[in-house]
T-cell receptor, first 114, second 115 residues
Framework: TQLLEQSPQFLSIQEGENLTVYCNSS?????LQWYRQEPGEGPVLLVT?????EVKKLKRLTFQFGDARKDSSLHITAAQPGDTGLYLC??????????????FGTGTRLTVIP | SQTIHQWPATLVQPVGSPLSLECTVE??????LYWYRQAAGRGLQLLFY??????ISSEVPQNLSASRPQDRQFILSSKKLLLSDSGFYLC??????????????FGEGSRLTVL
């Protein structure tokens, strides 16, 4: 099982602040996805990164895939209360197993205080 | 459009009782299907995945089993529940068969409490 560690585990910040969430692994992934999950619901995809070093922006969210495709980061600028939720990274295991599976990180619980 | 449903949404069961969670997908054919379990506020643990009818792969040894009797139906079962089986169970599907990266679509989740 591929292990994806996220840090920090919990993050509580004031509205308007910036933050970065990290997703690290010793395994190489063919691609990596970021999801956000609301309480009592399933996760919803935010972005997919495929190329080492790739940077994608989604409004105030910036996602980066590490050059070696072992890690990723999510940066939020000027956080808003609507950003509150559980952020999950997920690595595609195709390189290791040949199967089209996603292994999820340990999660980062973000709370943005108005 | 594609939809995914799982039920029941909430379940409270005594230790040693059986379990059956059902998941169905509509609007697509031959999807890859997954069962994940999530501890409170944490990441998702992949339990089972299936690339076709009757084809089940298990990621972790456990007290649970899965079956795929039809193309768009995925069932999670247990003969005797343990306290450690409590959690939030999520069914998901993905376009298959393919090695390309695709979005994972999740059901609404089933919260299981074993007492």
């Amino acid at each position: 099982t591929q292990l994806l560690e996220q840090s920090p585990q919990f993050l509580s910040i004031q509205e308007g602040e910036n933050l970065t969430v990290y997703c690290n692994s010793s395994s190489v992934f063919s691609s990596l996805q970021w999801y956000r999950q609301e309480p009592g619901e399933g996760p919803v995809l935010l972005v997919t990164v495929v190329t080492g070093g790739e940077v994608k922006k989604l409004k105030r969210l910036t996602f980066q895939f590490g050059d070696a495709r072992k890690d990723s980061s999510l940066h939020i600028t000027a956080a808003q209360p609507g950003d509150t939720g559980l952020y999950l990274c997920a690595g595609d295991s195709a390189l290791q197993t040949g199967a089209n599976n996603l292994f999820f990180g340990t999660g980062t619980r973000l709370t943005v205080i108005p | 459009s594609q939809t995914i449903h799982q039920w029941p949404a909430t379940l409270v069961q005594p230790v040693g009782s059986p379990l059956s969670l059902e998941c169905t997908v509509e609007g697509t054919s031959n999807p890859n299907l997954y069962w994940y379990r999530q501890a409170a506020g944490r990441g998702l643990q992949l339990l089972f995945y299936s690339v076709g009818i009757g084809q089940i792969s298990s990621e972790v040894p456990q007290n649970l089993s899965a079956s795929r009797p039809q193309d768009r139906q995925f069932i999670l079962s247990s003969k005797k529940l343990l306290l450690s089986d409590s959690g939030f169970y999520l069914c998901a599907w993905r376009v298959g068969p393919t090695r390309d990266t695709g979005e994972l679509f999740f059901g609404e989740g089933s919260r299981l409490t074993v007492l």
